[in-house]
């Protein structure tokens, strides 16, 4: 006889669980606490679906810092490859872009999410429970739910909570959870962004007729790690990809109270020496701007951010402007608040789970997905984490109930 699994969270984690379990042959009823599906993923990818990225698997599971070796073994089981795979077995085709970063061709998650959909919609073993809110759970696998026709209670013989973090609240991402699950007894690590922007005390000087505007082909540097990427320049501060990449031991330190200096090297093509060669030409009558534009092809943000950081006086030193221009320091105050972060640090601990991800003291309560207390940066690693682990779920389901 086919088993039941409760799911509950219709973002990736709880998606691709019901997808693997629908294909194995299990009853699915998937539980969401909004009125659709995915809410999270389609707001991730409606610029561009970001699926999971081309690099070394050796590289890749350092992006997990102090969970790397446990995403070393899920990735091992869930590869960047079969995710490729799978997309292409839903018949949307992906490619490796320029900077190593997995796409689909369409480059939207709608059309994804739809196929997706239709492929679990279509089997006569999934159900599928909208505008169902989650009221609280047992180790036995009791759940309550808020529905539209009122209190509802559900048990099957397997149960996936795949909750999300404490992000972009719209989507339903809203860490509420934390406090229907305190009878599980759950080692639960406070909320955090992750995956987020700073804030920075910027001069009233430089924010005068001041628009967000990018900085493109930089290299930022935190610590001892450099990354190329681009970054936002913002009336509170600063984001981007290159700020992301940064961003757990950024956090880490505000929380220590240590102060973050990040450097800016607008010039990565450069060294500072040629720097020097170029600024010592003769200006004429330029200004030193002007000269900067110039010789440099500086923008008028590499420019403002500059006049913010040097002195008029070490603005007229073209050996400390050439310093400035590879080393260019900005110091963040705080993260920016957690519904404007991509990500969470924080939730459930893994020592609150035994191996296959289950619940200690329970026999057949799961957990995936972001609720859990991970973290890894934009570029695919946040949604091959989650895939990774539904895989991984989905395996000591199936061992379970063979």
Not at 96 to 105: A, E, M, N
Not at 147 to 160: K, L, N, R
Not at 333 to 352: C, H, L, M, W
């Amino acid at each position: 006889m086919s088993r039941t699994v409760n799911i509950v969270g219709a973002g990736p984690s709880g998606l691709f669980c019901s997808y693997l379990l629908i294909k194995a042959g299990m009853k699915v009823n998937l539980f969401d606490q909004m009125g659709g599906v995915g809410k999270k993923f389609l707001v991730a990818g409606n610029g561009g679906l970001n699926l999971t990225h081309s690099e070394d698997l050796e590289k890749f599971v350092t992006r997990y810092g102090e969970h790397s070796e446990l995403f070393a073994s899920l990735i091992g089981e869930f590869s960047p490859t079969d995710m490729r795979e799978w997309c292409s077995s839903l018949g949307v085709e992906t490619f490796v872009g320029s900077s190593g970063r997995v796409f689909p061709k369409k480059l939207k998650a709608a059309d994804l999410l739809s196929k997706w959909l239709k492929f679990l919609k279509e089997s006569p073993n999934f159900t599928l429970n909208l505008k169902h809110k989650l009221l609280s759970a047992d180790l036995e696998g009791n759940l309550k739910f808020e529905s539209p026709d009122g209190e509802i209670s559900s048990y099957a013989d397997y149960t996936v909570l795949s909750l999300g973090g404490g992000s972009w609240k719209k989507t339903g991402s809203d860490g509420k959870w934390v406090d229907y699950l305190k009878n599980l007894k759950l080692d639960i690590k406070e909320f955090y962004s992750m995956n987020c922007g700073f804030t920075i005390d910027w001069s009233e000087l430089f924010l005068e007729d001041f628009e967000d505007d990018y900085l493109k082909n930089i290299k930022v540097t935190y610590g001892d790690r450099t990354v190329a990427g681009e970054v936002m320049i913002t009336k509170y501060g600063i984001e981007g990809g290159a700020i992301y990449a940064h961003s757990s031991q950024i956090q880490k330190d505000l929380l220590n109270h240590i102060k973050s200096k990040i450097y800016i090297d607008l010039k990565p093509q450069l060294s500072e020496e040629s720097i020097v060669e170029k600024l010592s030409r003769p200006r004429k009558k330029n200004s030193m701007s002007n000269h900067l534009r110039k010789v440099l092809n500086l923008s008028k943000l590499n420019l403002k951010l500059l006049r913010e950081v040097v002195s008029k006086e070490e603005f007229k030193d073209i050996n400390y402007l050439a310093k400035s221009i590879k080393h260019l320091p900005l110091e963040l105050v705080t993260s920016r608040p957690i519904d404007e972060a991509i990500s969470t640090s924080g939730g459930v601990s893994f020592e609150s789970m035994d191996d296959d991800l289950m619940i200690k003291g329970s026999r057949s309560i799961y957990l995936a997905g972001e609720m859990l207390d991970w973290e890894a940066p934009t570029g695919g690693y946040l949604l091959q984490g989650c895939f990774s682990m539904s895989h991984h779920v989905v395996n000591s389901i199936l061992s379970k109930s063979s």
